[in-house]
């Protein structure tokens, strides 16, 4: 796909979006979510790799609304070229060091890319362009090693890793450009969210994946390949992707979707930032009502039921035996007879337990639903059949 150097970008026309992290699952469903509910124009970062990675975004090849621009979110010097000329209404940010699991071992790069660049880019619109809105992509790991069930707004800050740490440092600094500048900067806790878009290396593409490789195994009589995993008791709370980039756009438009807002108050939302008004009353306006939302399903499972659940929607019935590292999910009764070593559809290996885990996450939406009337379309059954269906595709198959 054409890729511009930012200083060749032409502000469009009208409302202009910058995404990042286009290549990557949260920002390909945004620029989609974008096309088709907005009229607004949009410019996706990504940054340069030595083999391309578009797959998310091949389709977005001849779009006129669509522009992609080499963007990497650890260069300063980039994200002010970008604030600068594309002069955007909104800048969304999904480009991090997401993957928990590596933010052990590159726990500086984690930090450069999910917490300073946030520094850079919260001064970057604030010195250029200050009313652009911003949206950082907060997360449930966030609140860690968790003190109550389910996880609200108010519950504190407890990260388990360099990642939860790093998002953690962002919220504080959006929280600190909001009420010092009265920036429109926003930060949700997203819960996980999935989606036949998702890395591989994440545990619910691993296992869609590995079941639909397994399946095809057992159709075409070759030999099975166990999905390796580590700890199956952790339970997360699971959504679509695609509802997800609903919920950052409510949160981006807060006078739009909450009704109340203006009412409540008794006075009338700042349009913009400008100098000839009172600058304080805007400070003191967004500080008081733009809010961070919690954004999840309210319903949470271990890695074990999405495994059975997966299995079960290609009919492959399946059993656990053995205990702790030994334990395994066994597959008894086939099309073809199978030999012993090959009936391991699942093992446990320990390299994927991680230093610190978060055992439980499971998400209080309420306050996005009543406030901003967010309403997830797709059920945890749904989303995982979504995705093997997906998977299935690349060995040709379908159940
Ligand atoms: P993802 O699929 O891993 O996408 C991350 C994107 O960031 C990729 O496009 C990646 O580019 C890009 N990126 C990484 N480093 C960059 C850099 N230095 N400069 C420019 N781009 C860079 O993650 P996701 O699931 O879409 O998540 C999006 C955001 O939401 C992330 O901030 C993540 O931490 C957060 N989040 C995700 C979830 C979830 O369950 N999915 C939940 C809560 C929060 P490459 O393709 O080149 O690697
Ligand atoms: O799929 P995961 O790697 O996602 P994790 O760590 O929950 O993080 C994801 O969700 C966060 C929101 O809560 C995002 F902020 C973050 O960017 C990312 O999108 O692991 C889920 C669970 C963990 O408890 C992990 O220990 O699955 C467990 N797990 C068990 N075996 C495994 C594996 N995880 C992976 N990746 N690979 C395994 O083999």
């Given at each position: ?105 590159f ?30 992509a ?44 009265g920036?429109?900067?926003v ?99 967004r ?14 499972h ?12 290609v ?9 702790g ?27 994927f ?47």
């Open positions: 796909m054409k890729i511009n150097n930012i200083q060749d970008i032409k502000r469009p026309e009208g409302i202009v979006v910058f995404v990042t992290g286009v290549t990557g699952q949260d920002g390909s469903h945004m620029v989609d979510y974008l096309l088709r509910e907005t009229n607004t124009s949009i410019i996706g970062g990504a940054r340069r790799l030595s083999v391309d990675n578009h797959n998310n975004i091949s389709h977005l090849e001849n779009e006129p609304r669509f522009q992609l621009v080499n963007f990497d979110l650890t260069d300063s010097h980039s994200i002010y070229k970008i604030v600068e000329c594309a002069k955007p209404d909104y800048f969304i940010n999904f480009a991090a060091q997401s993957f928990v699991a590596s933010s052990w071992d726990a500086r790069q984690t930090w450069e890319c999910n917490s300073t660049a946030i520094l850079d880019c919260l001064e970057a619109i604030k010195r250029l362009q200050p009313n652009c809105r911003f949206y950082n907060g997360s449930s790991e966030e609140f860690g090693n968790v003190t109550y069930q389910p996880q609200d707004e108010n519950h504190p800050a407890k990260p388990r890793s360099p990642y939860g740490a790093s998002k953690v440092a962002a919220r504080q600094l959006i929280k600190v450009y909001r009420e010092s500048y920036l429109y900067a930060q949700g806790w997203l819960f996980n969210h999935e989606g036949p878009r998702r890395g591989t290396e994440f545990v619910t593409r691993k296992i869609t994946k590995g079941v639909a490789g397994i399946f095809d195994a057992i159709v075409n009589n070759k030999k099975i390949i166990p999905i390796e995993l580590g700890n199956i008791d952790a339970k997360r709370d699971w959504s679509d992707a695609e509802d997800m980039v609903d919920a950052v756009w409510r949160m981006l438009n807060q006078e739009k979707y909450n009704k109340k807002l203006n009412k409540e108050e008794n006075d009338e939302w700042p349009e913009s930032y400008n100098e000839d008004k009172n600058q304080k009353q805007m400070i003191e306006w500080a008081k009502r733009i809010k961070d939302y919690v954004v999840g399903s309210g319903e949470t271990t890695i074990r039921e999405f495994i059975e659940i997966a299995f079960d929607l009919n492959i019935s399946g059993e656990w035996d053995g205990k590292i030994d334990e395994f999910f066994w597959y008894e009764l086939g099309p073809k007879p199978l030999s012993s070593d090959q009936c391991k559809l699942v093992t446990i290996n320990p390299k337990y991680r230093p610190a885990e978060v055992e439980i996450l499971l998400a209080d939406p309420s306050k996005i639903k009543n406030e901003l009337g967010w309403n997830p379309k797709t059920s945890f059954e749904e989303l995982i059949d979504k995705m093997i269906t997906s998977d299935l595709t690349s060995y040709n198959s379908v159940v």
